[in-house]
């Protein structure tokens, strides 16, 4: 009898200390593999699209680019922020250019609409400019109240002739730029000071900085308007103290006349 019972097997201690531990580790690499694949999840179309709508918004200046080449740059104010979102999910950004002394009277408003590119298009991002129907309205959108801007029904229908559409592709590893492109090889039809087409050249870099190069050529292939140097170099506004301390600097302090005209070799001055 002695025996009998003490053949019955007695729990194992170090068995049952051994299961709480593997039940640990078998959680640990199912969180492991969990996380693991949400850290590698590829970017999906609309993220790229969504960053460079980031990227676009928000006040930006020439300034810098300015100080190192005045003779073929100017400072200018680049404003844009979201506007409308169309059914399909594309997002529609006003943007407009002034020279810094003069924000309230910008000399050029654009609306564009930013999506993912066509799956059958080599690209990511497809970044579209439109004229606006009503331009006067929209003068200062992004500075005013949202209560007193037009309405994104509004805007959408406000949308007007297409301008031009730039294909965007991911920057290779190493570059400072994270996406880069351009529209077609053969511009876009442009009669602004004796265009017959035009082109656009788009850089988003880090930090939220802008490339932006527009350009116009006549039917010969002579340029006729746009900066030949290069793009226009937009940064991301510096602090409002900085802003006030260069009040009188040359950059700011053209007479308004000169202000007021068509500049050759500057930015598209194109209503």
């Known amino acids: 009898m002695g025996t009998g019972s003490g053949s019955d097997p007695e729990p194992s201690s170090s068995g049952w200390s051994r299961a709480p531990g593997l039940v640990v580790k078998t959680l640990f690499l199912i969180g492991g593999a969990v996380l693991l694949k949400r850290l590698t999840k590829s970017t999906t179309r609309w993220d790229h699209s969504h960053v460079v ?3 676009l918004s928000g006040e930006k ?21 979201p506007a409308a979102e169309m059914v399909d999910g594309s997002q529609v950004l006003y943007l407009e250019q ?4 003069t924000p309230q009277k910008p000399f050029r408003q654009r609306l564009y609409m930013v999506k993912p590119c ?29 209560d007193q801007r037009p309405l994104p029904e509004e805007v959408i229908g406000d949308i007007g002739e ?11 590893r190493g570059k400072r730029c994270l996406y880069e492109g351009s529209g077609p090889p053969g511009g876009f039809p442009n009669s602004w000071n004796g265009a017959s087409y035009c082109t656009s050249d788009l850089t988003v870099l880090k930090n939220n900085e802008i490339h932006l190069w527009d350009r116009g050529f006549d039917d010969d292939g002579n340029q006729v308007w746009g900066p030949k140097q290069g793009p226009y170099e937009f940064k991301p506004a510096p602090s409002s103290s900085s802003i ?20 050759k070799g500057s930015f598209i001055l194109q209503e």
């Not at 059958?120 to 970044?127: G, I, R, S």
């Not at 297409?162 to 290779?172: F, G």
């Open 162 to 172: 297409h301008l031009t559409t730039i294909q965007l592709s991911c920057c290779d």
């Open 244 to 263: 006030n301390n260069d009040v009188f600097s040359p950059l700011n302090i053209f007479p308004q006349s000169t202000l007021d005209k068509p500049i």
């Open 98 to 101: 002034a020279f810094w002394r």
């Open 61 to 81: 200046f020439s300034k810098e680019q300015a100080s190192r080449d005045p003779d073929n740059y100017f400072n200018i104010r680049m404003m844009s922020c």
């Open 118 to 146: 066509p799956k059958e298009l080599k690209c990511d991002v497809e970044v579209s400019s439109y004229a606006i129907r009503d331009a006067e309205e929209y003068k200062n959108f992004c500075d005013r109240p949202k």
């Open 53 to 55: 709508s980031r990227s």
